[in-house]
């Protein structure tokens, strides 16, 4: 392809320039254009040269590395795959006068890592003038000179090579001087002035010419100098060196002013004309790292001396006696390379941060390690130090690879430094260090974590809804949203119902409330399962098992079952006038639905008909007599029995009974004198109404009795059981027997009989026996109702219109 903007003082192209691309089995490629193209002009198409696919080229972030030069001289387009010039490129700065120039380039792709060799040769072009070392020669023959001396010239330097080099010099016709053109080895032209005709001093004694050098480039370009001749008297011998070519060898990095070597020349010459003086014949930027004394010949350094710059020199020197009489010598310097330059590292690639979950064996990065030394001061190790999660892979050429050694794990360590170490078998070696800092991308790995195996909370029953039962805990070590939790209850059931209607948790804190008050008589305890869940993608979550149990308050009353508290239907039990001292009477039977010492019960007698009479045992609840029945006894006797438990403050509850003592029925007095009459106001309306009552319960009663015989039952039916046994209504479900809380401790059971020989025919005792367990089917109420009251008032004692009378269980009433 063609290219524009190569462009100097009188010179124009006219013809494009073509780059010719060689391509070589290995896959690398060459390409070969002139110098000093201007910036951005492509070189050439570097992708379809190398057969890659240009739209894969920015995802591999294709680049150009330049080896051992830090002057990007080119680079890539990754849209359209061109290599084109990223800046000046001049030959003569980057070859000298090498023959051949030759840059070399690396084509650099990752994902995978796949390098390119890329070969640029410099074509020179016609860019320099032959340039004189002076602008004036000064040369002084003798005039006693013979036809056809020959005097040496200075020789035009041009910097361009081959045919744009100097390829002839130009002498314009004069009466005395003949120019001779010499071409020397590798092409170099060197020229000598040829005296044609004699000179005479008296006649002219100095001579003017114009020395023009000429290059063979297209346009040609050209140098001239004046040669000024000054015709003095013969001086016939120049300086003869002693050596044609002094060689000799040189370390770098050499010190100032150290001797290389020392140039000796003679002349035959005596006086004046035998006086030699030296000079560096160079035109060249190189020739500032040396010096030359002009009277010793000592060639001593003068700058600094580096290998990687220059690794060899060649100088011409001249001796010249006092009449301008000169011969020259080429010094020769080769430079030994030190182990000067550590190696240096360069991070072409490295991904940061890094997934905790990478796999061992991933590549991370691309390091690429140069030493601008030569031979083994050149080669070069890289290594990791001291750490054992990452290694240094070596690559292609100078290139390695950063891989991972084993799993990782942010919780442990979230930061890497990793210090890069290369090293080169130079004496003594060099290395270098760089360090490379890594940080762990959290990967959600680790659920939550409670800090206990499991929970209790403990709570008292009838709490507030809303207060605190406890706080549960569960660690992440993740990071940010991964290590995030959240607490929640996982769906169950608590007694029948869910247990977001008892407890909830709140989600941030995991502190655990109660929704709603809670009863120790409905239940004692239930789990919940409490879950702890991250917030990560995926979540992970883990479960806790949260026991509560409630603590009991004395909040139930003693409830008593007999006797029976309801309406105002009193017991009466029937104690034999010959019951002795320390005799069962009856037992009431209460039971509290709180437990531990909320329910244990203690019984007392509050009141009484006669105090000395009856006892009851404080935790058992039965009546006994204190002494003999005596006839002075009062047959009716009322007892107030008070119920407590034991709890703080203590709860109770209030009972009556009634007890006739008598040993039959026979003995009982009439209806109006067993009533408890205490006012008279209202005794006449009373006595008609029971016997009313009585009347129509006796005809029942015996139409019943009749049904009975007439079936010929042995065991006559019980008539009012409501009245006479204790009925299953009365007991509690689930209380278990607790001895000396005063919960039920044994039963009694009552069967009722007609009695014989009554007179009025309305009253019935029963037999008591003892069983081992009391049927119980129902729930106590809390409290039961006071009866304080209803004993107080002798006027609702006489509505009854009978009484039920009952014996010990030791009594066997009669049989109809």
């Known amino acids: 392809m063609g290219y524009k903007g190569i462009s100097f003082a009188g010179f124009i192209f006219g013809l494009a320039l073509n780059v010719c691309t060689f391509h070589f089995t290995n896959g690398d490629v060459s390409y070969s254009f002139p110098e000093e193209m201007s910036q951005g002009t492509v070189i050439g198409n570097i992708a379809n040269d190398l057969g890659m696919d240009v739209s894969r080229l920015s995802a591999r972030k294709a680049r150009i590395d330049t080896e051992g030069d830090t002057r990007q001289y080119c680079d890539i387009n990754p849209s359209k795959g061109d290599l084109i010039v990223a800046e000046r490129i001049d030959r003569e700065a980057l070859c000298g006068k090498k023959a051949s120039c030759l840059l070399k380039l690396d084509l650099v792709l990752e994902n995978p890592l796949e390098l390119h060799r890329v070969s640029l040769h ?126 000799v060898s040189l370390p770098e990095n050499s010190p100032l002013n150290t001797v290389v070597v020392t140039v000796s020349a003679t002349d035959a010459d005596e006086g004046v004309n035998g006086e030699v003086m030296y000079e560096l014949d160079h035109v060249s930027e190189n020739s500032n790292a040396f010096s030359l004394d002009p009277k010793t010949g000592e060639v001593k350094v003068n700058g600094p001396i580096d290998y990687e710059e220059e690794s060899s020199y060649e100088i011409r020197i001249s001796a010249k006696d006092g009449l301008g009489l000169a011969s020259y010598s080429t010094l020769m310097i080769d430079i030994a390379d030190v182990n000067d330059n550590a190696p240096v590292i360069y991070i072409k690639s490295m991904t940061n941060p890094i997934q905790e979950n990478i796999k061992p064996g991933t590549e991370i990065g691309i390091i690429n390690v140069q030493d601008r030394d030569s031979r083994n001061n050149r080669q070069v190790h890289c290594s990791i130090q001291e750490n054992y999660h990452f290694k240094i892979v070596p690559s292609i050429k100078n290139y390695y690879s950063l891989v991972t050694a084993s799993p990782l794990d942010r919780e442990l360590v979230s930061d890497y430094n990793i210090t890069i170490t290369a090293t080169d078998e130079g004496s003594p070696p060099l290395s270098s260090s760089k360090s490379v800092q890594l940080s762990v991308a959290d990967v959600n790995d680790n659920p939550p974590v409670f ?123 029937l104690v034999p006038k010959a019951a002795h001292g320390g005799s069962l009477v009856s037992k009431v039977i209460a039971v509290d639905a709180d437990s531990g010492q909320n329910a244990w019960l203690s019984y007392h007698i509050v009141k009484s008909t006669d105090p000395g009479l009856f006892t009851i045992g404080l935790h058992s609840g039965e009546i006994r007599t204190q002494r003999d029945i005596s006839e002075s006894d009062n047959m009716k006797q009322n007892l107030i029995v008070t119920v407590k438990d034991n709890g703080q403050p203590s709860l109770s509850a209030t009972c009556s009974m009634y007890l006739l003592i008598s040993d039959n029925l026979a003995e009982v007095p009439e209806l109006k004198d067993m009533s408890y009459d205490e006012t008279n106001s209202k005794l006449t309306s009373y006595l008609i109404i029971a016997l009313v009552s009585v009347s129509t319960f006796f005809l029942t009663f015996i139409i019943v009795i009749l049904g009975v015989r007439f079936c010929r039952r042995r065991k006559p039916r019980l008539l009012f059981d409501g009245a006479v046994a204790i009925p299953s209504a009365y007991l509690p479900p689930n209380y ?77 009433p009669q049989q109809m």
């Open 451 to 573: 800090e206990e195996q499991s929970y209790n909370a403990y709570v008292t029953e009838n709490n507030k809804p809303g207060s605190t039962l406890c706080s549960v805990s569960a660690l992440d070590p993740d990071w940010r949203q991964n290590g995030t939790v959240i607490y929640s209850l996982l769906p169950g059931e608590v007694n029948g119902a869910p247990v977001s209607s008892y407890l909830s948790v709140n989600g941030d804190t995991g502190l655990i409330h109660a929704v709603r008050s809670l009863d120790y008589e409905q239940f004692r305890s239930f789990k919940v399962h409490v879950m702890a869940r991250d917030n990560g993608s995926p979540p992970l979550s883990s479960n806790v098992t949260v026991s509560v149990f409630i603590t009991d308050v004395n909040d139930n009353c003693p409830q008593i079952l007999y006797p029976a508290p309801e309406g105002h239907s009193f017991m009466t039990e």
């Open 736 to 812: 278990a027997e607790v001895d000396g809380t005063g919960t039920l401790r044994r039963t009694y059971n009552y069967d009722a009989y007609l009695t014989t020989g009554s007179r009025t025919s309305d009253f019935k005792f029963v037999r008591s026996y003892n069983d081992n367990t009391l049927p119980a089917d129902q729930t106590l109420r809390k409290c039961p109702s006071d009866f304080a009251e209803a004993f107080g008032d002798s006027d609702s004692s006489s509505e009854v219109g009978h009484y039920l009378y009952y014996t010990h269980a030791n009594t066997k």
């Open 122 to 247: 410099i074509q020179d072009i016609n860019d320099n003038s032959p340039l004189f070392k002076k602008y004036v020669i000064k040369m002084e023959i003798q005039e006693s000179t013979d036809k056809g001396a020959r005097f040496s010239l200075d020789e035009a330097h041009d910097a361009d090579i081959g045919e744009n080099a100097v390829k002839g010099y130009n002498l314009p016709k004069n009466d005395h001087f003949l120019l001779n053109v010499d071409t020397k080895s590798g092409g170099r032209k060197s020229c000598e002035l040829v005296l044609e005709k004699e000179l005479d001093r008296e006649n002219q004694q100095e001579i003017n010419l114009i020395l023009t050098a000429l290059d063979g480039g297209s346009p040609q370009r050209s140098g001239t100098v004046v040669i000024h001749v000054i015709v003095l008297d013969a001086n016939d011998n120049p300086p003869v060196f002693s050596q044609a070519v002094y060689k």
